[in-house]
């Protein structure tokens, strides 16, 4: 490692060989650092693509559980909605008989109340009484109170055929809801994973031209090495300090507040103690060589 006074090394920097080499490694490290940027957009990028369709995916099975469930529920409307009709086919058969025997009924009445008023004899021979005319009438009204029961079972069982029938048709209408946006999710998976695949291959190729990058500005140190004399580190050149054997010098290649213990600015020159190295950085008189 060579060695030189503060003075030294401020002279060294100010002269046009440091100064190209200056200017070689600034572009080095732009390159480098906007490669890594590269490779850091992408991968979030990817990460983020990635993260969009699982949500996506997620997001399509839940329609597609909730359009399952909504079919299945149409089809036990649909099942309970032809069992009411069949029931209700049923009733209707039963009032038509019940409505039969109570014309008959009437029809009794009608006769028993006209022989008992003529004072003749019914069909069946016997002569009509007040008591027969109590208990035809008392039947008659029997039977119309069944025929007015069956027929409010009958418009009972058509009014709910009709609201399963409507339930029915509203849960095939959110089952096909809930395909159509299963569906568009579906198409989104696809286009997001066609995405993050070529989200993925964009990041490889930028972790690729990182790796060159980081090549060209290991070089550029190398170079400084040769050319210098110094001990190129990440962020400092390396001097050893004819003045003081204890000590190295350090040219600033960065900006940095805080990782030092100290503001750092690019070719500002420091004093450290070979011990602590940059733990113990420190102003020297040439605090600036730029």
């Given at each position: ?94 009032f038509e ?14 006769a028993l ?178």
């Open positions: 490692m060579r060695a030189l006074s503060p003075s030294e090394l401020r002279l060294l920097v100010e002269s046009a060989d440091f100064s190209a080499w200056w200017d070689d490694f600034v572009r080095a490290r732009a390159d480098h650092d906007a490669a890594a940027a590269r490779v850091e957009e992408t991968l979030s990028q990817a990460a983020l693509m990635a993260a969009k369709t699982d949500f996506a995916t997620l997001r399509a099975n839940e329609h597609n559980e909730s359009a399952a469930i909504w079919e299945a529920a149409a089809v036990t409307l649909q099942s309970d909605a032809a069992q009411t009709e069949t029931r209700s086919y049923e009733a209707v058969e039963a008989q019940q409505r039969n025997r109570t014309t008959a009924a009437w029809h009794r009445v009608n109340e006209t022989a008992l008023g003529e004072q003749s004899s019914t069909k069946s021979g016997k002569m009509p009484s007040a008591a027969m005319l109590l208990e035809a009438k008392v039947a008659y009204e029997r039977d119309q109170k069944r025929k007015d029961e069956i027929w409010a079972e009958v418009v009972q069982l058509w009014e709910r055929n009709l609201e399963l029938e409507i339930e029915s048709t509203e849960k095939l209408a959110l089952a096909e809801r809930a395909r159509r946006r299963a569906d568009a999710f579906t198409a989104e998976v696809g286009m997001r994973k066609e995405r993050a695949e070529r989200l993925r291959a964009e990041a490889a190729e930028a972790r690729a031209a990182q790796r060159d990058a980081s090549l060209n500005l290991a070089s550029r140190r190398d170079a400084a090495q040769s050319r210098f004399g110094c001990t190129p580190g990440e962020e400092f050149l390396f001097f050893a300090d004819n003045e003081r054997p204890t000590f190295v010098l350090a040219l600033s290649l960065t900006t940095d507040d805080t990782a030092f213990g100290i503001a750092v600015r690019p070719l500002t020159i420091f004093e450290a103690e070979r011990g602590l190295g940059v733990q113990s950085l420190r102003s020297t008189r040439e605090n600036s060589a730029a």
